[in-house]
Structure formats: C-alpha cells, structure tokens
C-alpha cells in the first residue's frame, strides 16, 4: 500500500484509480467519497486523474460527476493493439 504523500516525491502528471472502487460506484458511498478525495488531492497537486475500469454508464456518470479528467475501460473500447489505436486517432484526429 502506497500512502498519498508518495505524490509529491515524484514527478507525476498523472494518477490511476483502483479497479476495485470503480467497480462499486456509484452504489456505494465509501467509494465516491475516497474518489473524490483522490480527485481533490490530485488537482491541488495540479496532477490529473483517470479513471480506470470503466463498464458501465452508470460507473462513467459517477467519475464525470467528480470531475475525473480521463477514463478508460471496456465500456470506451476493448482493449486495443497499437496499430488500431494509432488508426482510430488518426481518423479522430481527421474530423
């Protein structure tokens, strides 16, 4: 277990949430709360945030509703090789 003032001893841009507090949100209201703890913590170390494990809407709702900055999983996309990933943004980036 990594304690949180591990964020400032390295230069991070960045952090990842723990699959399993995606997985009980929204129901649970443990989870949201430490969520958007780790949320605050990491925007006032101007750090962004992403949430992982996505797959289900009602998950994706909850982490736009804290203001998460990134999300991935399963319900965005299966996992992808890096040639198809580089060929979806290109056409992305095409529009």
Partial sequence: MTGL????RFPLDAVKTG????????SKKRE???LAAIIAVAHNLKMAVCADRIETADQ???????????VQGN???????????????????AH
């Fill in 5 to 8: 003032s591990t964020l400032a």
């Fill in 19 to 26: 699959q399993r507090m995606i997985r009980e949100l929204p």
């Fill in 32 to 34: 949201a709360t430490i």
């Fill in 60 to 70: 994706l709702a909850a982490v736009k509703e804290q203001s998460c900055d990134f």
């Fill in 75 to 93: 319900l965005l996309s299966s996992p992808l090789d890096t040639g198809e990933m580089t060929r979806r943004i290109d056409i992305e980036l």
